[in-house]
């Protein structure tokens, strides 16, 4: 059965950004959608804490081939992580200003961050038919370089979007339409 994860990423929630608006156009769309919600903070924020609630949906059998993934932030590199972890093959990953193993945002992003990050990025790839990374040239949390390492060890398809920031509410995207045709 054909479904959507939109993941968020850290400090973050399943209202923020423009994952309410992806939500509703995907539900418009006749789709079946989840927003789960992660717990976010320092010592709550954790790979083990982040993969035991996504494990729970691949248990109700819910994440499979049939499954895409939108996820933001730190949130790509976690997903990349538990697929490779838990062996978990999906249709497609769209993943919006991921990065690894990189520090020197603030002490807190980087406290909650670190345990996401993993050595086998490029792993995720035998995982998913397609994977997608979004990108900006001007995000004021992590540095172009990082994003577009990070694109290039996985993605087959790559979308630099010019002066997006980190391409949430901050930088004006209450809605992510230039994502609709890559779903």
Known sequence: MENYFIIHGSFSSPYSN?????????????????????PIGVGLQTYENWS?????YVDLGLINEGTTIVAHSIAPVFVAKFLVAHQIKVKKLIFVCGFNNYFGI??????????????????VKKYANEIICFY???DPYVEQEAE?????TIASQQVLMPNAGHINRESGYDTFEEMVPYI
């Open 106 to 123: 603030n002490e807190e992003y980087d406290a909650v961050n670190q345990s996401m990050y993993f050595e086998d990025l490029a792993e």
């Open 52 to 56: 035991q609630l996504l494990k729970y």
């Open 18 to 38: 423009w994952f309410g608006w992806l939500h509703d156009f995907l539900e418009d769309e006749g789709k079946q959608v989840y927003v789960p919600d992660f």
């Open 148 to 152: 577009r390492a990070f694109a290039d």
């Open 136 to 138: 900006s040239d001007n």
